[in-house]
């Protein structure tokens, strides 16, 4: 088709690749040519960060849906790829391409994706343990702001985050970007990138240990009755904790713990069950869930 050669006669620059293992970029990556989507200036930041890349019909992109043009030092970001067509026959790629270099001043560039996990067995999964899951450029947009929640004049920024679409994030991962930390919390497809919903805030994850009672059992040495229990290294959320003084004879201590049920090896029970954090030991007095049982909400006193 002759369209095709016509098209391929403006589509001479070469990229580079963005290789993962050696984390540099490669010479040889493929021929294209990168153009603007819109000529008019937008006081949004996604038309500003978003291009359009020319190729071929058919060229084959870098694994890591990550290229830099050695012309410019522009990095960008592979999304969602289209045909233009003649009569059903294909003749050039139109690549939506998002702009993602590394700026210290900016909201792009190389990124660290941070996973907590247990690395136990299912019914002893123990405390998580972070390790980092993939580098990969990213871009963030702010999208507003939150006051945190029992709190006064605190406010949590939240953001939006684009990454190359084979990065796959789930919620209370943590993406760090120019020593900055953003949780993540909800995932979603954009044009052929991997969206996020970030929050800047710590984790407040906390380690706990839930103590079981068991069974009593004789001890022929001492002769007397032993209260067999079981410990066991979770890690939940503390989201609300009343300490009050003795003399407050109308209120009590407690503390809620929210616990996810993939990183607790038993099923929480009241009164036989107690957590421990540093060293202030509750029992817990009420179990609670939801549909799906997909977290425990424990309330300790």
Same mark, same amino acid.
């Given at each position: 088709?002759?369209?095709?050669?016509?098209?391929?006669?403006?589509?001479?620059?070469?990229?580079?690749?963005?290789?993962?293992?050696?984390?540099?970029?490669?010479?040889?990556?493929?021929?294209?040519?990168?153009?603007?989507?819109?000529?008019?200036?937008?006081?949004?930041?996604?038309?500003?960060?978003?291009?359009?890349?020319?190729?071929?019909?058919?060229?084959?992109?870098?694994?890591?849906?990550?290229?830099?043009?050695?012309?410019?030092?522009?990095?960008?970001?592979?999304?969602?790829?289209?045909?233009?067509?003649?009569?059903?026959?294909?003749?050039?790629?139109?690549?939506?391409?998002?702009?993602?270099?590394?700026?210290?001043?900016?909201?792009?560039?190389?990124?660290?994706?941070?996973?907590?996990?247990?690395?136990?067995?299912?019914?002893?999964?123990?405390?998580?343990?972070?390790?980092?899951?993939?580098?990969?450029?990213?871009?963030?947009?702010?999208?507003?702001?939150?006051?945190?929640?029992?709190?006064?004049?605190?406010?949590?920024?939240?953001?939006?985050?684009?990454?190359?679409?084979?990065?796959?994030?789930?919620?209370?991962?943590?993406? =760090?970007?120019?020593?900055?930390?953003? &949780?993540? %919390?909800?995932?979603? +497809?954009?044009?052929?990138?991997?969206? #996020? /919903?970030?929050?800047?805030?710590?984790?407040?994850?906390?380690?706990?240990?839930?103590?079981?009672?068991?069974?009593?059992?004789?001890?022929?040495?001492?002769?007397?009755?032993?209260?067999?229990?079981?410990?066991?290294?979770?890690?939940?959320?503390?989201?609300?904790?009343?300490?009050?003084?003795?003399?407050?004879?109308?209120?009590?201590?407690?503390?809620?713990?929210?616990?996810?049920?993939?990183?607790?090896?038993?099923?929480?029970?009241?009164?036989?069950?107690?957590?421990?954090? =540093?060293?202030?030991?509750?029992?817990? &007095?009420? %179990?609670?869930?939801? +549909?799906?049982?997909?977290?425990?909400? #424990? /309330?300790?006193?």
């Amino acid at each position: 088709m002759f369209l095709n050669k016509i098209a391929a006669k403006k589509i001479t620059e070469p990229m580079e690749a963005w290789d993962e293992g050696t984390e540099s970029f490669v010479p040889g990556g493929f021929i294209g040519r990168i153009d603007l989507t819109d000529r008019f200036l937008s006081n949004f930041n996604k038309p500003l960060r978003r291009r359009m890349l020319y190729t071929e019909f058919g060229t084959a992109f870098p694994a890591s849906r990550t290229f830099r043009h050695p012309g410019t030092g522009q990095v960008y970001l592979l999304g969602q790829t289209r045909s233009d067509a003649l009569d059903g026959q294909p003749y050039v790629d139109l690549t939506v391409c998002h702009l993602a270099t590394d700026d210290a001043n900016g909201s792009s560039g190389l990124a660290t994706l941070y996973r907590k996990a247990p690395v136990g067995p299912a019914d002893n999964p123990g405390w998580l343990v972070e390790q980092q899951v993939a580098k990969a450029f990213a871009d963030l947009e702010f999208r507003t702001s939150a006051n945190e929640a029992d709190t006064y004049e605190v406010k949590v920024e939240n953001f939006f985050a684009f990454l190359p679409a084979h990065i796959k994030c789930e919620e209370w991962d943590f993406l =760090e970007l120019h020593g900055k930390r953003y &949780r993540v %919390v909800d995932t979603f +497809p954009d044009s052929g990138l991997s969206g #996020l /919903r970030v929050d800047e805030e710590p984790d407040h994850r906390l380690d706990f240990v839930l103590h079981v009672e068991g069974e009593k059992a004789y001890n022929r040495t001492t002769h007397q009755w032993d209260l067999i229990t079981a410990s066991f290294n979770v890690t939940g959320v503390l989201t609300k904790y009343r300490d009050f003084a003795l003399w407050a004879q109308d209120s009590e201590s407690y503390f809620e713990v929210v616990i996810d049920k993939a990183h607790i090896g038993v099923r929480p029970v009241p009164s036989t069950m107690s957590l421990e954090i =540093e060293g202030k030991r509750r029992i817990i &007095r009420q %179990v609670s869930s939801q +549909p799906g049982e997909r977290q425990y909400i #424990l /309330r300790c006193q």
